[in-house]
């Protein structure tokens, strides 16, 4: 399976953008990279995904790197509600969509 | 409309018991997974069902640990005489199409004591 790494754990300011970076120097050709999030005693929730190109939702923002070996979400501002754990996960269809979770970087967001 | 469910919400067992997880799927997911969580960890990915066909059990860590989902809708994970590291969170997940979104319940929260 292929591997992620993302920081332990980061610290913002409510109301300020956060960039959370995630490296994945061995992705394939056919992976995709997924966004998770996992807040306190719940199951994880979808945030966002993609392939090559810059991806936006109502969530968030996905920046991919143009050789794809790192990329980093952006949640544009901040709240209180965004605390949690967020997890970088690459999937691909060879595995079933078969998605492998990592530790994952605890976001901590300061009034 | 209604997300996954999962029931229990707890469970405590005594060491060597019987447990039985329940995960009731969204209304016409076809793929259904479990994971395990254990404290400060990520989920770690246990099974996967496409409908009543179970595709892949290599997670699953050893035979004490059985899944079912005899009619392709909901799905039992049952774990036989548990030890105490079968205490986590046992999650399951499931998604509409292939490259659908999974969508978690909120888990069961196995203690064995």
């Known amino acids: 399976d292929a591997k992620t790494t993302q920081p332990n754990s980061m610290e913002s300011n409510e109301e300020e953008p956060v960039h959370l970076p995630c490296n994945h120097s061995t992705i394939s050709g056919t992976d995709y990279i997924h966004w998770y999030r996992q807040l306190p005693s719940q199951g994880p929730e979808y945030v966002i995904h993609g392939l090559t190109s810059n991806v936006n939702n109502r969530m968030a923002s996905l920046a991919i790197a143009e050789d794809r070996k790192s990329s980093t979400l952006i949640l544009h501002r901040a709240t209180l509600r965004d605390a949690a754990v967020y997890y970088c996960?690459?999937?691909?269809?060879?595995?079933?969509?078969?998605?492998?979770f990592g530790a994952g970087t605890i976001l901590r967001v300061k009034s | 409309g209604a997300g996954v469910s999962q029931s229990p919400r707890y469970k405590v067992a005594k060491r060597g018991q019987d447990v039985a997880l329940r995960c009731d799927p969204i209304s016409g997911h076809v793929s259904l997974f479990w994971y395990q969580q254990a404290l400060g960890q990520g989920p770690e990915f246990l099974t996967y069902?496409?409908?009543?066909?179970?595709?892949?059990k290599s997670g699953l860590p050893s035979d004490r640990f059985f899944a079912e989902r005899p009619e392709g809708s909901v799905s039992t994970l049952k774990i036989q005489r548990t030890q105490q590291e079968d205490s986590a969170v046992y999650l399951c997940a499931t998604l509409s199409e292939f490259w659908a979104p999974l969508h978690f319940g909120n888990g069961t929260r196995l203690t064995v004591t």
């Open positions: 996960i690459l999937g691909n269809m060879e595995y079933g969509n078969k998605l492998v």
């Open positions: 069902f496409q409908n009543e066909a179970q595709l892949d």
